[in-house]
């Protein structure tokens, strides 16, 4: 019995051995799962703060090509514009050549009135000359 007695004592202490051992391996895991999951709360904490960054990123970059867009669209209104005035530029232009034709066409004929007055003038002139003269 008393080998029976030492033999069950042997084995509870191995029990109890292996039990601490558990124990310690345990502990030792529970360790490592906390130091890993605060680790983990803090890349989620870091995922989250750069994911707001992104967002506001995001946000930003839309304001920029909407502002973009509203400058183009005002862009292409002033464009609109000098395509306008440069087409009412061009067509007074236009008048004012048929108009600068026409005035020269005026002078042409006026230059031409007066020449013809002007030498019917120093053909009476000569006239006169030629009776004052030669008096007949």
Do not use: C
Not at 13 to 32: C, G, H, I, P, Y
């Amino acid at each position: 019995m008393e080998e029976r007695i030492a033999k069950l004592e042997a084995i509870a202490d191995s029990t109890v051995a292996a039990v601490a051992a558990l124990r310690t391996d345990m502990n030792e895991r529970f360790r490592l799962v906390d130091t890993q999951l605060a680790e983990l709360r803090r890349q989620k904490v870091d995922t989250e703060l750069i994911l707001t960054r992104l967002e506001a990123q995001a946000i930003q970059i839309e304001e920029l090509r909407q502002g973009m867009d509203r400058r183009f669209k005002d862009t292409d209104r002033r464009f609109d514009q000098m395509d306008r005035r440069l087409e009412h530029i061009e067509r007074r232009l236009d008048e004012q050549a048929e108009q600068i034709k026409e005035l020269r066409s005026d002078l042409r004929y006026m230059a031409r009135w007066l020449f013809g007055t002007q030498f019917a003038i120093a053909l009476f002139l000569l006239g006169l000359a030629a009776k004052i003269f030669y008096p007949s």
